[in-house]
């Protein structure tokens, strides 16, 4: 038994809805990766708060800017906190 003219057109839109759908998910997923890796390398000067991206694993990275020495905290994060002054 062939198709109608109905069935078809039925079948056609509902998997171009699904094309997108799957689509959508895919690239908002992919989004979201990126946008995490990219806050895992943001980094911000615990003294004049400027911000820049350290891709290095180091715990320690230095503020281009004024040349701080900020170290990673608790969590990942680098800046300031009441244990991040390094000693000397």
Request: proline share 3%.
């Amino acid at each position: 038994m062939e198709p109608t003219l109905t069935e078809f057109v039925t079948a056609l839109v509902a998997g171009a809805f699904l094309t997108v759908l799957l689509t959508t998910c895919l690239r908002r997923a992919r989004e979201m990766r990126e946008r995490r890796r990219l806050l895992a390398s943001r980094r911000i000067c615990r003294i004049c708060l400027h911000a820049w991206s350290d891709t290095g694993g180091t715990s320690t990275s230095v503020c281009p800017r004024c040349g701080a020495v900020n170290r990673r905290m608790r969590g990942g994060l680098f800046g300031w906190n009441h244990d991040s002054a390094l000693p000397s």
